[in-house]
């Protein structure tokens, strides 16, 4: 082909192996893995474009090979025939993507370099494992590779996983990553089903004011067979204990837990409590039904974030119906216009309209100090901990105003990196305001994409 389509898969091949020619699939494979985590939170990609996912699996399959290793060639072909089926199936959500072209013209370059054939065997990315009833992965991973080794059909998808946190005034993020600002006084579930309760309860935080913030947090892990009895975990402002409400800090029996697997390895009990921040930050691990929940307590309140199988928050019953993270909070308890936050200097117990603007010297305080803050001088503080200006940020400064606490600054802060650790599509990450500019696209991600795609057009003439 001619050279008009420089970044397209039918690129112009050269007979010569000079050095930049043997490099550039390389070059292109780099491009695709680290590009992909920055280009990703700048494009607007729909979640079907799993080009990410394509890449995760190919370095998986070929990490252990050397050419010194005996069907080194065979093996590695066999495991670029799978990333380009794996292009392929994804093509089409994926057009426009600069990491999936990087992709597939290293994919093409490689094939032609160790003489692989188009045509032929791939790695198999679902390998046999030992299975493990009481380890939620191993237990879903064998099933899949199950049903899929013995059917034609190949739309088994991997189970999914939902995230919902709970913070400030509060904010709630749901399973569908609907973010609300609710009012939610006394005791409300959040999450109810056969598997796990989790409960909160919430507290008036100023005088005059309806926003609430969260004092106490109750989480249940119902009875397993075989692998755990019923733990009950409970938090409140000033005690945030490491062990369940009878003193155990584990249940069951050890099972093993590899890397990826919430950042753990190695072996641990199907239940257990690990203490981050004594008196601070606890996160609880249910490895048996692939939960993991982080309890956090800043200034006088709570945050929580839940990650959770889409099959384990599915079943309930019509007696569980009311769930924030499932359902959202009722209309009658809305703070926010559908999603918007209006930033502008509330009528409640601070005299908001003729304070000074933030002082450096502000100390955050452990018992919530009150501070006054202007809309600016909110923005300001917020800015501290808060760079990209997404829905956190705008919750941080709604806070900031409604309250005057600025340890709401960092509970802010520290929801949106729970939730970057818990939340399972890194695409969906960021969520703006109506009407927000940096909904679309920064500007700082406009020049990453152009220079990548200069890259890209560079290496495909190389």
Known sequence: MGRDGCCCSGAERLASLSLARRFRPLLLLIIALTSAGRIGQCQVITPQCRIQKCTTDFVSLTSHLTPTVDGFHVEFCKALRSYSACTQRTAKSCRGNLVFHSAVLGISDLMSQRNCSRDGPTSSTHPEVHHEPCNYYSRTQHTHTHTHAHSHSHNHPRPGFLFCGLFGDPHLRTFKDSFQTCKVEGA???????????????????????????????????????????????????????????????????IHISAGADGATGKVRALWISERSP??????????????????????????????????????????????????????????????????????????????????????????????????????????????????????????????????????????????????????????????????????????????LVLLCALSFV
């Open 279 to 452: 008196g601070h930050h606890v996160e609880l691990h249910a490895g048996y039904i692939g939960v993991t929940v982080i309890v956090r307590q800043l200034g006088r309140y709570l945050t929580l974030a839940v990650r959770i199988p889409e099959e384990m928050a599915q079943a309930y019953d019509a007696t569980q119906d009311l769930q924030l993270c499932l359902n959202g909070c009722p209309r009658g308890e809305r703070i926010d216009q559908g999603g918007h936050l209006p930033l502008s200097p509330p009528s409640v117990g601070l005299q908001l309209l003729h304070g000074p603007r933030y002082s450096s010297q502000v100390q955050l305080s452990p018992h919530g100090g009150r501070h006054v803050f202007t809309v600016e001088s909110a923005k300001d503080r917020c800015r501290e901990q808060l760079e990209v200006q997404d829905i956190y940020f705008h919750s941080c400064v709604f806070d900031l105003l409604t309250t005057g606490d600025a340890n709401f600054t960092v509970a802010a802060y520290s929801a949106q990196k729970d939730m970057e650790s818990l939340h399972p599509h890194r695409d969906r990450w960021r969520i703006y305001p109506r009407g927000s500019a940096t909904s679309t696209l920064h500007p700082h991600c406009q020049l990453l994409q152009l220079f990548t």
């Open 188 to 254: 409300w579930p959040l999450i109810d089903n056969a598997y796990l309760s989790v409960q909160v309860t919430n507290v008036p935080v100023v005088t005059g004011s309806s926003a609430t913030a969260t004092n106490k947090i109750t989480v249940i892990f119902k009875p397993f067979e075989g692998c755990t009895e019923q733990r009950v975990y409970q938090a409140v402002t000033d005690n945030i204990p490491a062990a369940f409400d009878d003193g155990t800090v584990s249940s069951g029996d050890p």
